[in-house]
């Protein structure tokens, strides 16, 4: 599951807010969860630990990284979406891999488990 906002006044869209509220553990229990947010200044780190803590309360597991767009305006991306600057890029496929390595473990689990 990837969750992504972005960051109003230091907190979560109310729209995705809205529909988390409405979610409950059955839902999200043992999945693995990517949070991303996009913040007109440097970093949306409020909104992040806030969608990290709605996932640990839906008893799901944060991805050990997350993705931060800073100053998210038209001049982050190329014209087909790749992030400009490389050091965004090479944080985005850390996050990314770090990702689908929790997801590739969480599955090898439940399926052990079986």
Known sequence: MVLATPEYHGSVSGVLKNA???????????????????AGGPMGVSSLLQLQSIVRNL??????????????GGHCFDPEG???DEGMRERTRSAVAKFTDLARMLTAGMTAAK
């Open 82 to 84: 790749t992030p400009v």
């Open 20 to 38: 988390l509220d409405y979610m409950n553990a059955a839902q999200v229990s043992g999945k693995p969860v990517l949070s991303v947010s996009s």
């Open 59 to 72: 008893h799901g597991v944060n991805s050990p990284e997350w993705i931060s767009l800073g100053f998210a």
